[in-house]
Nanobody, 125 residues
Framework: EVQLVESGGGLVQAGGSLRLSCAASGFTFDDYYIGWFRQAPGKEREGVACISGRDGSTDYANSVKGRFTISRDNAKNTVYLQMNSLKPEDTAVYYC??????????????????WGQGTQVTVSS
């Protein structure tokens, strides 16, 4: 079965950095998009960043452009989200996700079928 496991969350002060990891198994990793999503209390789940399978193309939410970088290591079946210049509004549970089929709207959560359990990121002011 497909499994996705996030790690790397924690508490950080505003302006600091964290790197999240998403370890994947159960599918041909480098054939698929992987997306990062987040959900904060009282807010809708939103797409943060995504990366394509083989060509490595990326997309980002406007709110994180220039601060976050998504990357993948196909040899390790792992996707990373490097988060720099963190702001309190980045506080959320962060999830990684994978689809079963080709993705046409990579930052929309309905495109994804497999989800990790999430990792909490808290940014203090």
């Amino acid at each position: 079965e497909v499994q996705l496991v996030e790690s790397g969350g924690g508490l950080v002060q505003a302006g600091g950095s964290l790197r999240l990891s998403c370890a994947a198994s159960g599918f041909t990793f480098d054939d698929y998009y992987i997306g990062w999503f987040r959900q904060a209390p009282g807010k809708e789940r939103e797409g943060v960043a995504c990366i394509s399978g083989r060509d490595g193309s990326t997309d980002y939410a406007n709110s994180v452009k220039g601060r976050f970088t998504i990357s993948r290591d196909n040899a390790k079946n792992t996707v990373y989200l490097q988060m720099n210049s963190l702001k309190p509004e980045d506080t959320a549970v962060y999830y990684c996700a994978a689809p079963r089929a080709p993705v046409v709207a990579p930052l929309r959560d309905y495109e994804y079928d497999y989800w990790g359990q999430g990792t909490q990121v808290t940014v203090s002011s």
